[in-house]
Nanobody
């Protein structure tokens, strides 16, 4: 059974930083593409960052977070991180970790989400 467990969500002031973590189990982490999504109040789910498999760890970012957020992973811990800086009120959302099996065009697995509130 695949599980993705996010942590690190918190309430912070504008301009602050947070680091989210997502621990994956039950899948081949080395072969999976990992990503972060978010859903703000009244908004649709938005893709914000992704990182390729361990053998090809290319990173990609949405325009809304590029230059402020950094995605990374630690294969030894089966964990993907999202370092967030220069946070603004618009970043308030529930942040979700997602995993895609090799060859998938869309996420196959989702975490339960972690709340980030910026005020």
């Amino acid at each position: 059974q695949v599980q993705l467990v996010e942590s690190g969500g918190d309430s912070v002031e504008t301009g602050g930083s947070l680091r989210l973590a997502c621990v994956a189990s039950g899948l081949s982490f080395a072969d999976a593409d990992m990503g972060w999504y978010r859903r703000g109040p009244g908004n649709e789910c938005e893709w914000i960052a992704s990182i390729g498999s361990v053998g090809n760890p290319s990173t990609f970012y949405s325009n809304s977070v590029n230059g402020r957020f950094t995605i990374s992973h630690d294969p030894d811990k089966n964990t993907v991180y999202l370092q967030m800086t220069s946070l603004s009120v618009e970043d308030t959302a529930v942040y979700y970790c997602a995993a895609s099996n090799y060859g998938s065009d869309a996420p196959d697995y989702w975490g339960q989400g972690t709340q980030v509130t910026v005020s």
